[in-house]
């Protein structure tokens, strides 16, 4: 331990203490480290207690200048920035300002976090104002607004909710922008208000719609099999077939009430082939169609069902 007076100096019992000798006890005096270390350790400390503070602004001559903790941590904390801060605790001192940098991997028991931003954050309950975050995985999570880039969870209720990819169980959102979503749906999508807009390909059920577009069946080809002609109704709603040797049309499978079906027949090669119907075809007043002879020539049969029956009318002899 280094001394703390110059003890080398003497004073002669009862005798005169001179200035010179004065100066000789306190000339190499200096604050060492043990007048610190040396000292009881508090166990806790009270925010008005007081500590010396070298200020940067002091000469060496100036004595040291002393602040409460909590002036300690209200003024020289709260600009500060902790690269590696571990709490074991709960910090529940003061009142935290400006801006705070969050690890990139943090967990999230339970809290409310004004505004987070955060590369990976797991969260088991939180209500988060504003999230900007990477990846967030959560049981539940209430967000009014926010961006994720991608977005897991069970369930959730979103006022604002903008992903660009995501799986998502159960989502509850008042208004939101989804770049791409993909579901298998086990039951209906309702839209109880307001109206839907689809850029392409979709049609809604039971609602009047005037189509700007085409719409169109693309034709099945229908095959000839041992001189018999199935057709399966809910492939198309238009069907072609060439008609090469004597045939039957067999009755036609999955009809369905109210649907209209077309049937383009083109004579073959040579021409003079016939085409018997099955009784679940039905024409005016009980008198079969026959196919125009010629080879080539196409007629164009026209059916109604309901839902058994197919009553069907012929425009022959398109050549």
Do not use: C, E
């Not at 199935?230 to 499978?253: E, G, I, K, R, Y």
């Not at 077309?262 to 099955?278: D, P, R």
């Amino acid at each position: 331990m280094a001394i703390k007076f110059n003890r080398s100096q003497t004073f002669s019992t009862n005798g005169t203490v001179t200035a010179a000798g004065l100066h000789n006890l306190i000339d190499g005096t200096d604050i060492y480290q043990a007048l610190i270390t040396d000292q009881p350790s508090l166990t806790a400390v009270d925010p008005a207690d007081s500590i010396l503070i070298a200020d940067a602004s002091l000469t060496a001559g100036d004595a040291p200048r002393q602040t409460t903790v909590s002036n300690l941590f209200d003024d020289a904390l709260t600009g500060g920035t902790y690269t590696n801060l571990n709490l074991t605790g709960a910090l529940t001192f003061g009142t935290a300002t400006g801006n705070r940098t969050v690890s990139t991997s943090a967990t999230i028991t339970t809290g409310t976090i004004p505004n987070l931003t955060a590369g990976t954050t797991t969260s088991t309950l939180g209500t988060i104002t504003n999230l900007s975050s990477g990846t967030t995985n959560s049981t539940s999570v209430i967000a009014t607004s926010g961006t994720i880039g991608t977005f897991n969870s069970t369930t959730g209720t979103i006022g604002t909710f903008n992903s660009t990819t995501g799986t998502i169980g159960t989502l509850n959102s008042t208004t939101g922008t989804i770049g791409n979503f993909t579901t298998t749906l086990t039951g209906d999508v309702t839209i109880s208000t307001g109206s839907a807009t689809v850029g392409t390909r979709v049609a809604v059920l039971n609602t009047a719609q005037q189509y700007s577009r085409a719409h169109n069946f693309a034709a099945t080809a229908l095959t000839i099999t041992s001189g018999t002609v199935p057709w399966d109704l809910s492939q198309n709603q238009v069907a072609t077939l060439t008609v090469t040797t004597n045939s039957t049309m067999n009755t036609p499978t999955n009809p369905q009430a109210g649907s209209t079906y077309v049937m383009i027949v083109t004579q073959g090669t040579g021409g003079s082939n016939t085409l018997s119907f099955s009784t679940a075809y039905k024409f005016p007043s009980g008198t079969v169609p026959s196919l125009s002879t010629g080879s080539s020539q196409v007629d164009v049969l026209s059916f109604v069902s309901n839902g058994t029956v197919l009553y069907g009318v012929s425009s022959q002899n398109f050549s």
